[in-house]
């Protein structure tokens, strides 16, 4: 292999943390793929991988070595899709993230709407329930919830989602409807860890903050196993409006104390380069950010 294709294996390497999932993903072989990044180690004289039976990590080295290989990759790519045309016409790989199901149930069919319309085009999709960076793991475009901190990329704000506590009718009919977030002390509910509030849940009360501490029955890491528990009439869940607002329209679930909610997190669709991004780039954010916008779960 040249060095330019080194490059691209010790990239993949990285960032799918092994090299089985990294031949796969390149459509080489484990055998070459090893031999690959073992060649680069040789020739620069230094250690970029740390490898264990289960799992490969960066080195201090490693992780330097990553950053220029994604700069010199990208700079090389721009350069090939310049002379292609891709900046007037959208072609080649696209890399997006967004959380997990907010990627479900509204990033995917974005993507198979847009993969329709441009047939040029492949995307490599992150769905993780963690900050992807933007700049360090190579994200053509970011999905964003929540407040963004100051950077130099675009943002464009498509909507926003509320915090709600939400149970089912059947529940409610049986146990009765609460008035005030202290009557969830008592309450049976369910948690989830991926929001990291199992203990205390805030609300605002006359413009001041209200915690309740809230001794959960059941706690699970994932919200749409939350979802699911509530629906079946165990307790009170707090999720975010998006994920539960099919289930509200079904009447599956109903949310309460919506008079005690902390304001809605704005929802953003994030890239790098404005003007100067390729077309594939430009054209995803015209169209997610219309899609987006036009959905009524997102709206206040």
Same mark, same amino acid.
């Given at each position: 292999?040249?060095?330019?294709?080194?490059?691209?294996?010790?990239?993949?390497?990285?960032?799918?943390?092994?090299?089985?999932?990294?031949?796969?993903?390149?459509?080489?072989?484990?055998?070459?793929?090893?031999?690959?990044?073992?060649?680069?180690?040789?020739?620069?004289?230094?250690?970029?991988?740390?490898?264990?039976?289960?799992?490969?990590?960066?080195?201090?080295?490693?992780?330097?070595?990553?950053?220029?290989?994604?700069?010199?990759?990208?700079?090389?790519?721009?350069?090939?899709?310049?002379?292609?045309?891709?900046?007037?016409?959208?072609?080649?790989?696209?890399?997006?993230?967004?959380?997990?199901?907010?990627?479900?149930?509204?990033?995917?069919?974005?993507?198979?709407?847009?993969?329709?319309?441009?047939?040029?085009?492949?995307?490599?999709?992150?769905?993780?329930?963690?900050?992807?960076?933007?700049?360090?793991?190579?994200?053509?475009?970011?999905?964003?919830?929540?407040?963004?901190?100051?950077?130099?990329?675009?943002?464009?704000?498509?909507?926003?989602?509320?915090?709600?506590?939400?149970?089912?009718?059947?529940?409610?009919?049986?146990?009765?409807?609460?008035?005030?977030?202290?009557?969830?002390?008592?309450?049976?509910?369910?948690?989830?860890?991926?929001?990291?509030?199992?203990?205390?849940?805030?609300?605002? *009360?006359?413009?001041?903050?209200?915690?309740?501490?809230?001794?959960?029955?059941?706690?699970?890491?994932?919200?749409?196993?939350?979802?699911?528990?509530?629906?079946?009439?165990?307790?009170?869940?707090?999720?975010?409006?998006?994920?539960?607002?099919?289930?509200?329209?079904?009447?599956?679930? *109903?949310?309460?104390?919506?008079?005690?909610?902390?304001?809605?997190?704005?929802?953003?669709?994030?890239?790098?380069?404005?003007?100067?991004?390729?077309?594939?780039?430009?054209?995803?954010?015209?169209?997610?950010?219309?899609?987006?916008?036009?959905?009524?779960?997102?709206?206040?």
């Amino acid at each position: 292999m040249d060095r330019f294709q080194e490059m691209q294996v010790f990239a993949a390497v990285a960032q799918e943390q092994g090299f089985s999932a990294a031949a796969r993903r390149l459509g080489l072989s484990a055998a070459s793929v090893t031999r690959a990044v073992a060649a680069l180690e040789q020739r620069i004289g230094t250690q970029l991988l740390t490898r264990t039976t289960r799992s490969v990590h960066l080195s201090e080295a490693g992780q330097r070595y990553l950053e220029d290989c994604r700069r010199i990759l990208a700079e090389v790519q721009e350069a090939e899709d310049s002379a292609a045309g891709s900046h007037i016409h959208p072609r080649g790989q696209l890399t997006i993230t967004a959380p997990v199901l907010f990627g479900e149930l509204f990033v995917t069919p974005l993507m198979v709407s847009y993969l329709t319309q441009f047939p040029e085009v492949c995307i490599n999709a992150l769905l993780v329930d963690r900050v992807v960076s933007v700049v360090e793991e190579g994200v053509d475009v970011a999905i964003r919830i929540g407040e963004l901190p100051d950077s130099n990329q675009h943002a464009i704000r498509v909507g926003e989602v509320r915090r709600v506590i939400c149970a089912s009718p059947q529940y409610l009919a049986s146990h009765g409807r609460p008035r005030h977030p202290q009557e969830l002390a008592q309450a049976p509910i369910i948690a989830t860890s991926a929001i990291g509030q199992l203990r205390s849940w805030p609300f605002i *009360e006359d413009g001041e903050t209200l915690s309740v501490r809230a001794e959960p029955r059941l706690v699970v890491t994932a919200n749409q196993a939350a979802i699911t528990a509530a629906c079946l009439g165990l307790g009170f869940t707090r999720v975010l409006s998006y994920q539960v607002a099919s289930k509200v329209a079904a009447g599956e679930l *109903e949310i309460i104390l919506a008079d005690f909610e902390l304001p809605p997190l704005p929802i953003h669709v994030v890239y790098q380069g404005g003007r100067k991004a390729p077309a594939r780039v430009r054209s995803f954010v015209d169209f997610a950010v219309k899609t987006l916008r036009e959905h009524p779960a997102l709206e206040r």
